[in-house]
Structure formats: C-alpha cells, structure tokens
C-alpha cells in the first residue's frame, strides 16, 4: 500500500496543510503519504469534524501561546459533556463502546470526539513539531477506541478491506504519537 510507505516527504509536493506551514519535524516523524491525506476518510484529517479541529488548533495556539496545550483538550472534552477524569481507560472497554453504539448516537458521541481529538494531537505536531506529553495519553485513548473491532463495524461495515487499512492507519498513527 502506497499510503503507508515510509519515507513520504509532505514538502516536497506542497508547501503548506490547511493554509499553514507544516514544521519539518513533524514532516520527518509523520512521513506517510495517509497522515497528509485530507481526501481519505479513513486518514486523521479526511473528514470535516478533523478539518474544523485543526483549524481550531491553530486558531487556539496562536490566540494561546502561553497556555498549555492541555487545556485546549479539557474544553474539548467538556464540550461532550465529559471530564478530563472521565477520559480514561474505561472508554476503550468493549462493553462501553458497545453501550454507545447501542445506546446514543455513534457518529455524535464517539467518532466525532476521536476525530477531534486525534486531530487536534496531530495539528499540534503539525504546527509545533511536537506533542505535549500532557496530551499523549488522551490521544492514544482516542486511536485505540477507533481500533477496536465494534467501531470498525459500526463506522465501516462489512468493508473488511477498508477496516484493514483503518487499522493499519491508526497503529502508525500510534507509531508517530510515540515519537512526537
């Protein structure tokens, strides 16, 4: 697959993402042709909810630049009524994704949350060459609730081919947060 061949080098194809100047470190550590793809759905920044979180991000550092990034994650999470407490090891369990498959509105709750919050992680290596450790962890929490195999289901379908790719995605998308 294309897409997930090492060594894709962003700028020497385009010169900004969005509108900005992409850091070069973040071009070094996120050096896969999917994590530029703002056409590919199943690529952190291929829908509208990531589209409006980056900007937002960027909006929010330069407006912020002393305030830590983390704070930009709590009103995040308290815009889906949600603590930064709440956000923890429990919203990867199967049996509570399957209570908000089951129960709310999937694409509402869970898909537009880690759409956001993945690419606000990501926006901030984009725009900063780096990831505040004080963030990692939610953004993690977020890529491995997108990995888990019921919300594959729910968001794909019986499309085993795109839940393959989805997957292989969100482990380099794991890969990169590590490094970041």
């Known amino acids: 697959m294309e897409q997930l061949k090492k060594g894709y080098d962003y700028l020497e194809e385009n010169s900004h993402f969005f509108g900005e100047v992409p850091n070069r470190h973040a071009v070094e550590i996120a050096d896969y042709k999917f994590f530029w793809d703002a056409t590919d759905e199943l690529a952190p920044f291929g829908c ?18 002393k305030t830590p990034i983390i704070e930009c994650f709590i009103w995040i999470l308290e815009s889906w009524d949600l603590e930064l407490e ?47 450790e004080s963030v990692k962890n939610i953004i993690q929490l977020s890529i491995l609730r997108q990995m888990n195999s019921h919300v594959l289901d729910a968001f794909l379908g019986s499309n085993e081919q795109f839940k393959y790719e989805r997957y292989l995605y969100l482990q380099k998308l794991l890969e990169i947060l590590e490094d970041a």
Do not use: R, V
């Not at 923890?88 to 209570?99: M, P, T, V, Y």
């Open 86 to 132: 709440d956000f923890n090891d429990n919203i990867i369990e199967s049996e509570n994704i399957l209570k908000i498959i089951q129960d709310m509105d999937f694409y509402e709750e869970l898909m537009s949350l880690d759409y956001t919050i993945i690419a606000t992680g990501f926006g901030q290596l984009i725009l900063q060459g780096k990831i505040d």
């Open 48 to 65: 509208e909810e990531a589209y409006i979180a980056f900007c937002e991000i960027s909006e929010w550092l330069s407006e912020n630049p």
